[in-house]
């Protein structure tokens, strides 16, 4: 009897396994290419985590230096954001009352409109349509957010805020920028529920269609729950979107940094914020300039932490089959 040999050294005969035995023979027939392929599959994971260091000491940096002249605890808590008047004021919580009520009206939109498409197109749609409909749902992810910006400011604010509901709203409002960032997301949370929910096992709606239950019922309490781990990642990835969204809050929500606590009111985000500071009006080491490392820094925490709790969930619901 030969002896089996693994990447760990030599099995004694008898006492390797079929495991053992598998990773000889794989050990045994790794090719060139193969090890070429490993390398550079490494080189591209650690280059994806060296740039995402490079970004945070980007950020870290000029930051530190900003909050070496303005307090933490005065950027997190202030209401007042006017860093370029003459009395310079930082406080950032109107920027983040902006980006969380464009965040939450755009994901009352996008979450059930998304969700539905992705039900549709997964559990009643024939194949036929879905092959015409998934296409062009995805084709919205692909328009230019700068057109959707234009959208919301032409067509949104004057024809159906005002002219449909009668709203006493202005050019630019956190509403109208709200609403378009939640359809420029739709497509994002139907694509990835939708193949959430066609992964799982066909075998599973048999046994519920086998217990009496109907195509409805089914969905509603196999298949969604089933699938809850893809939707709950599809919706955080919504959330990332929304927050980090520049040029439709940019062009529609206006430039008017205040506390925000009406949807029809003008304001600005952090995104929105940033992609006006970031013209070259500010002179590079100035703690004007600095501001907009300040801001990035913690639009990266929140996005972050939303991430961090997106994993977290996707592992608590996942299911194998």
Do not use: C
């Not at 280059?47 to 000491?57: E, H, K």
């Not at 927050?243 to 205040?258: F, K, L, N, R, S």
Request: proline content about 6%; charged content about 10%.
């Amino acid at each position: 009897m030969s002896t089996v040999t693994t990447p760990r050294g030599p099995v004694p005969p008898g006492h390797a396994g079929p495991h053992a035995a598998a990773a000889a023979i794989t050990h045994h027939r790794r090719r060139p290419v193969e090890a070429v392929v490993k390398l550079l599959l490494r080189i591209s994971a650690w280059l994806s985590v060296a740039i995402t260091i490079g970004i945070v000491f980007s950020l870290l940096v000029p930051a530190l230096s900003f909050f070496s002249e303005v307090p933490v605890w005065e950027f997190l808590t202030g209401t007042r954001w006017a860093p370029q008047f003459a009395d310079a004021s930082f406080g950032v919580l109107p920027l983040v009352t902006a980006t969380a009520w464009t965040t939450f009206i755009a994901l009352l939109v996008a979450v059930p409109f998304g969700l539905g498409a992705a039900i549709f197109l997964a559990e009643y749609a024939t194949p036929g349509v879905r092959k015409v409909l998934k296409p062009v749902l995805e084709l919205l992810a692909g328009i230019p957010t700068v057109v959707f910006g234009f959208f919301a400011l032409t067509w949104v604010t004057p024809v159906i805020l005002k002219g449909w509901f009668g709203l006493d709203i202005g050019t630019f409002s956190i509403l109208s920028a709200g609403l378009v960032m939640g359809v420029m997301i739709i497509p994002t949370i139907a694509s990835l529920s939708e193949d959430a929910m066609s992964a799982v096992p066909m075998a599973l709606r048999q046994g519920s269609a086998a217990l009496g239950a109907n195509r409805m019922q089914t969905t509603i309490r196999v298949v969604f729950p089933a699938a809850l781990s893809g939707i709950v990642a599809a919706i955080v990835l919504g959330i990332s979107r929304a927050i980090g969204e520049t040029m439709i809050v940019a062009i529609a929500a206006g430039a008017q940094a205040q506390m925000v606590t009406d949807p029809t009111m003008a304001g600005s985000t952090m995104t929105g914020f940033i992609a006006r500071m970031a013209l070259g009006d500010s002179r590079v080491g100035s703690l004007e300039y600095n501001t907009l490392f300040a801001v990035g820094l913690l639009l990266f925490i929140i996005t972050l932490a939303v991430n961090a709790v997106s994993i977290r969930l996707v592992r608590k619901f996942r299911q194998e089959y």
